[in-house]
């Protein structure tokens, strides 16, 4: 097929991308074929079918030729080819038998491609995304549904939103009308010959997926890694201003002030003449559409009434156990809507305004899963173990009973996440008890930082915060040491 007027096509490896002399364009939206993209489905399709096609006496079925296209085509297809009656009546009753056999499969394997959940949710920060399959409606809602990528997709396009499937141009034409694209601003990410067909036949520019360019190959080539896995205030990042409805806050605030010597929920306890809660609100309620506050059954009913004095931007979440921070944070998920949410916890009072900017721009910018502010400190609480490469491979954790290096790199109290992977991660966590400490049995949080931090670009660590922004409120001697530093910042108008 001719390349769109004015753009050339250049060979690359195994695949063709599109170039523009003299750098290639940045696409305007991405759209993702599903079989054999994002799931490998390939062998259960193929096998699906020889199954259903021996029944009836044709044997010799290769799956290659008739990859990306609808069911019923490929069975009366094969029907001819086997010389067989192809009455609607037999294609229609093989193609529901082959279509049950594979979604059975597929739904109790969720064969996704390693990586690939965590690299659309990247590139959806970045591209509108589309899904685009000659499947059934059912087959494409069960991926997205089970993997819970629910919003991810600007436009989802299967097998019967089409009158002419793949290679028919008409599957890329829909979902760029649906995404309002222009089809040759479109980038496709197809693995088949005829999904390649469709796509080019709509204009659009096409990349293969194969053994040697991968779904996780993405990022990279696309310039979403743009920062290493650690930042410092010196790397540049954009000054843009932060949209509040694209940011909820989470805090887990289901201690008591007991050790503090208070009988007033922790988060009520009040430092530099003011409670910790308005301290946090103060940094929080102008950065984010809704602040969440994850509280226990005998305390939560007092915060909400502080809280309420402050804003109805407030929720209340409550942890009917203290089975730990994980636990906490899903309660508090179940209130949020946007694509982004920072948790930070319940007695972190003295965190500066521009440490909260510099994180949630850096996270926008980066496009990361995890942006995690982090500091050297002495005796720490907290350990990040890194490989060679920077990557977070572990976290050793004092409460835990972990041994502890005498000099450590810990967090700061403060994460940011995009929600979506967030409760993929702790779901999953719950699932197989990864995040279970192994002193206090309790669920853990740090646990999928690691888990997360598989790929370049998926955490960032933003080595920004003091040590005076780190100190929680857990004793009487951090009460007075937040107190002064506070106060001090009050008198110099900071």
Not at 445 to 467: C, F, H, K, Q, T
Request: charge should be negative.
């Amino acid at each position: 097929m001719p390349a769109p007027a004015g753009r050339t096509w250049h060979r690359l490896s195994c695949y063709e991308e599109p170039l523009l002399t003299p750098h290639p364009p940045a696409p305007r939206a991405l759209l993702f074929d599903l079989d054999g993209v994002l799931i490998d489905s390939t062998h259960v399709h193929a096998e699906a079918f020889r199954e259903v096609l021996r029944g009836v006496g044709v044997d010799g079925f290769e799956y290659g030729p008739y990859a990306g296209m609808r069911t019923q085509e490929v069975i009366r297809a094969e029907l001819r080819r086997g010389g067989c009656l192809d009455s609607d009546a037999l294609v229609a009753r093989l193609a529901a038998a082959k279509s049950a056999l594979a979604a059975q499969r597929l739904a109790s394997s969720n064969p996704v491609f390693p990586h690939a959940l965590d690299v659309l949710e990247r590139l959806s920060a970045a591209f509108p995304l589309a899904l685009v399959s000659s499947g059934s409606e059912s087959s494409v809602r069960r991926f997205v549904d089970s993997n819970g990528l629910y919003g991810l997709f600007g436009a989802v396009v299967h097998g019967s939103d089409v009158t002419n499937a793949k290679p028919a141009p008409d599957p890329y034409l829909e979902a760029a009308r649906r995404l309002g694209v222009d089809p040759g601003n479109g980038l496709v990410l197809e693995d088949a010959d005829s999904g390649e067909a469709s796509a080019r036949a709509a204009g659009c520019a096409v990349w293969r997926i194969h053994r040697d360019f991968t779904i996780p190959d993405l990022p990279q080539r696309l310039g979403l890694n743009r920062y290493a896995r650690v930042v410092t205030r010196q790397d540049p990042v954009p000054p843009e201003r932060i949209d509040p409805n694209s940011w909820s806050a989470v805090i887990p605030a289901a201690g008591r002030g007991t050790r503090l010597g208070s009988s007033l929920p922790k988060i009520l306890f009040e430092v530099a003449g003011r409670s910790i809660l308005d301290w946090l609100l103060d940094l929080l309620l102008p950065r984010c559409a809704r602040v969440v506050i994850v509280g226990a059954p005998s305390s939560a009913e007092e915060i909400g009434r502080a809280a309420a004095r402050r804003s109805p931007g407030v929720s209340i979440a409550v942890q009917p156990e203290p089975i730990g921070m994980a636990d906490a944070i899903e309660r508090g998920l179940a209130f949020v809507e946007t694509d982004s949410v920072l948790t930070i916890w319940g007695d972190q009072a003295a965190v500066r305004e521009e440490s909260i900017d510099f994180s949630m721009r850096l996270h926008r910018h980066a496009c990361a899963l995890a942006t995690i502010p982090t500091l050297w400190r002495h005796d720490p609480y907290i350990h990040f173990e890194r490989d060679a490469s920077g990557a977070i491979t572990a976290v050793r954790q004092a409460r835990e009973g972990d041994a502890m290096p005498v000099e450590g790199e810990s967090d700061s109290g403060v994460f940011l996440f995009r929600t979506r992977t967030l409760r993929r991660q702790l779901r999953s966590m719950s699932f197989d008890g990864s995040g279970l400490g192994r002193r206090t049995g309790e669920r853990n949080l740090l646990p999928l930082i690691p888990r997360l931090d598989s790929l370049p670009g998926n955490v960032i660590s933003a080595r920004i915060m003091s040590d005076e922004e780190s100190v929680g409120a857990n004793t009487p001697g951090d009460a007075h040491f937040l107190t002064d530093v506070l106060s001090a910042r009050i008198r110099s108008g900071a």
